[in-house]
């Protein structure tokens, strides 16, 4: 491999925005954790390093690798995603009332936030496979029930903001494989009306198909004040951290985070830490260097050599802004509160590292779509 040809063609920008963003959100876990732990202020650090040195290797190999390669083993990726997710379920371990994890005896493995990266791979690839299908309503309903097997299982766990990305980013590989706009009309109508059965019309007859906390939680935002205690506190106290942030922070004067008002702040509410801290000022920096990462995202979607590579970066930038989108929104109290991380800078080892896998897929693809290929995939001048 000559690799002055690959460090020459590799998409700068996104890396460093992309440890920009990793940077910062190290910074904030420092911040928010540094006294939960008695004379171990480094530990949630320590453990997010980790995840960042294991996931930059693992980035740089999926890099090195020719996207092509996984059109081959589609349906394993897919069978092995709902696999891991099946075994989840009976064996996982049970944190806050919820059976996410796997105890792998020196790290816990979140088994979604790999399986998202797998379901990429693999319905790209179905995708990518049936150009000549394009508009066929056959193609739009397998890619759903695709998605929708991984989807109820990681909903089962409870995980409810996991079933939504990944729900988000397979219309979003059918929006860029082509799909017709009366397909997503469709479904539109269909996702609001089998809500509403699920809601309304199914309880009555005994099924719960969403449990009342869950619902507290998804329409709590409404009128959070409504329990201030109860459902609506982690929303209320989210709010009161953004807010006193104002123009430039309140620095190490940050009391909703020392004090431990902020719950979950080095997780879901990160964002909240970040902004009482560094204010309206840190949270613009925070959301142009995402910015920079959607706009590569887009721009690799274009320059792609097929369009595999296509749907899969676009695919993925809209899975960063939907997150993004509904982090920040939950924060601030316009979104429900569905426990979906921030992209790079939550804390939490499993989603750290295939957020980088996510980056080498799409250094992969703009290499091979500015650097002349092989027949082996690998890169020449």
Excluded at 164 to 182: D, K, Q, R
């Amino acid at each position: 491999m000559d690799w002055r040809a690959y460090l020459r063609h590799l998409d700068y920008i996104l890396i460093v925005a992309t440890l920009g963003l990793i940077a910062y959100g190290i910074t904030m876990v420092y911040f928010a954790t540094r006294h939960d732990l008695e004379g171990r202020p480094l530990h949630f650090v320590t453990q997010q390093l980790i995840a960042v040195a294991v996931g930059l290797i693992a980035a740089a190999v999926v890099s090195l690798l020719d996207y092509e390669v996984y059109r081959r083993f589609q349906w394993v990726m897919y069978t092995f995603a709902v696999f891991i997710l099946v075994v989840v379920l009976p064996f996982g371990q049970v944190v806050n009332g919820a059976r996410r994890w796997i105890d792998l005896g020196f790290q816990s493995f979140q088994p979604s936030a790999l399986a998202v990266l797998l379901l990429a791979l693999s319905i790209g690839a179905y995708l990518a496979d049936r150009m000549d299908m394009l508009g066929s309503k056959r193609v739009t309903l397998v890619a759903l029930a695709m998605v929708a097997v991984p989807a109820l299982l990681v909903y089962q766990e409870p995980d409810f903001g996991s079933a939504m990305v990944m729900v988000a980013l397979t219309l979003a590989m059918l929006y860029f494989y082509g799909t017709s706009w009366t397909h997503f009309a469709v479904l539109a109508g269909s996702g609001v009306a089998a809500f509403v059965v699920a809601l309304k019309v199914l309880p009555l007859a005994g099924i719960h198909l969403i449990q009342q906390y869950q619902v507290d939680r998804l329409f709590v935002f409404l009128n959070a004040g409504q329990n201030p205690q109860g459902s609506g506190y982690n929303i209320i106290q989210s709010m009161i951290a953004v807010g006193s942030g104002a123009l430039t922070g309140r620095g190490d004067m940050a009391t909703q985070t020392a004090l431990d008002f902020l719950p979950e702040h080095h997780t879901d509410f990160i964002f909240a830490v970040l902004s009482e801290r560094n204010g309206f000022l840190g949270a613009v920096v925070l959301i142009a260097l995402y910015g920079a990462v959607i706009w590569r995202c887009l721009r690799i979607a274009t320059l792609s050599r097929d369009m595999y590579g296509s749907i899969l970066a676009g695919g993925i930038a809209v899975m960063f802004l939907f997150q993004v989108f509904v982090n920040i929104g939950m924060t601030i109290g316009i979104m429900p509160v569905t426990g979906i991380p921030l992209p790079f800078v939550s804390y939490g080892g499993t989603a750290m590292i295939a957020f980088l896998m996510f980056v080498g897929l799409l250094e992969a693809i703009h290499l091979r779509a500015t650097v002349t290929p092989s027949a082996r995939g690998l890169l020449v001048r």
